[in-house]
């Protein structure tokens, strides 16, 4: 059974600050890891994805990966009360043999950034 | 442009009627999904298409019937639901079914069923 893990929070943080999200997994074969942000009664929309150990920055948005603790992080720096959401954390991890790869996802983290 | 498109934006059907939803992608995208997510959940995988060939079928239950008639579109027949079945339904497309390959998501059909 592939697992993701995530605090489901809320995570609370006032205008300005850095929000941290943590999202740990099982399946040491995956390959791809992606941060998707919903806002409420709407779809989940992309906001980062990485691949190789480190650090991947856009704009105010940092994701990090450490394939050795099986671990993925995403900062946002500067939080404004529109990041206020719910992200979900998706690891990509399938058959390799069968060419046959799907997402598991985290039951995500809610977040509150208050003015 | 990573659009995807579903109709309708909100249906609301009886246990005994039959609708279907659709999907539609123009990026070229070989694999194309439907997700169910109920309210504070996770989306849930339900179906994989992989070049307009069925790659994955979790256990959904058969009044749920899926159809891939191009590339391009993913419809998804449904027929005596339940009320338990009310949730949004997403459809999403990727490159290909691949390790390394971003999916993404289209607006969702609400679905409520009396």
């Known amino acids: 059974q592939k697992e993701v893990e995530q605090n489901s929070g809320p995570l609370s943080v006032p205008e300005g600050a850095i929000a941290s999200l943590n999202c740990t997994y099982s399946?040491?074969?995956?390959?791809?890891f992606f941060w998707y942000r919903q806002y409420s009664g709407k779809s989940p929309e992309l906001i980062m994805s990485i691949y190789s150990n480190g650090d991947k920055e856009d704009g105010r948005f940092t994701a990090q990966l450490n394939k050795a603790s099986q671990y993925v992080s995403l900062l946002i720096r500067d939080s404004q009360p529109s990041d206020s959401a719910t992200y979900l954390c998706a690891v990509n991890s399938g058959d390799s043999g069968a060419g046959s790869y799907q997402l598991t996802f985290g039951k995500g983290t809610k977040l509150s950034v208050i003015p | 442009d990573t659009e995807v498109t579903q109709t309708p934006k909100h249906l609301v059907m009886g246990m005994t009627n039959k609708k279907s939803l659709k999907c539609e992608q123009h990026?070229?995208?070989?694999?194309m999904y439907w997700y169910k997510q109920k309210a504070k959940k996770p989306p849930e995988l339900m179906f994989v298409?992989?070049?307009?060939?069925?790659?994955i079928n979790e256990s959904v239950p058969s009044r749920f019937s899926p159809e891939c008639p191009n590339s391009s579109l993913l419809n998804l027949h449904l027929h005596a639901l339940q009320p338990e079945d009310s949730a949004l339904y997403l459809c999403?497309?990727?490159?290909?079914?691949?390790?390394?390959?971003?999916?993404?998501f289209g607006p969702g059909t609400r679905l409520t069923v009396l």
């Open positions: 298409y992989s070049y307009e060939k069925l790659s």
């Open positions: 399946d040491r074969g995956s390959q791809s």
């Open positions: 999403a497309s990727s490159q290909e079914q691949g390790s390394t390959d971003t999916q993404y």
């Open positions: 990026m070229g995208h070989r694999a």
